[in-house]
């Protein structure tokens, strides 16, 4: 087989996998105060504006593509809010797709 021709490195016996890896991104102690604090609102205030440089409507849709998407915390990201704060998108402007080569991450995504 050339090497073109061999499944990527998941899906290949012996290969490193990324099995367990949602019992992490799912663990509560995984939002931690410096995530839940401060990585999670920067990064809502960067997709924010992001969104408002596009320039669309306040009522568009939006699609996206989420490659590498894990547990989509992604989704969450953008259509869950805090308490005290709204979400940068509502669920039904939102065609979300999330992409990943681990089945464990996406049935536990789907499961959300």
């Given at each position: ?8 490195a ?67 990201l ?17 065609d979300y ?16």
């Amino acid at each position: 087989m050339s090497r073109s021709d061999q499944a990527p490195a998941p899906f290949r016996p012996g290969a490193p996998s990324y099995r367990g890896a949602s019992a992490h991104y799912l663990s509560p102690s995984r939002r931690d105060p410096v995530k839940v604090l401060s990585e999670e609102p920067v990064t809502r205030r960067v997709i924010t504006e992001a969104l408002a440089a596009l320039g669309k409507d306040a009522g568009a849709g939006y699609r996206v593509l989420d490659v590498g998407s894990g547990t989509a915390d992604g989704f969450a990201l953008l259509t869950r809010a805090e308490p005290g704060d709204v979400p940068v998108l509502a669920e039904e402007r939102l065609d979300y797709v999330g992409l990943d080569v681990d089945p464990e991450m996406v049935e536990t995504a789907r499961a959300r």
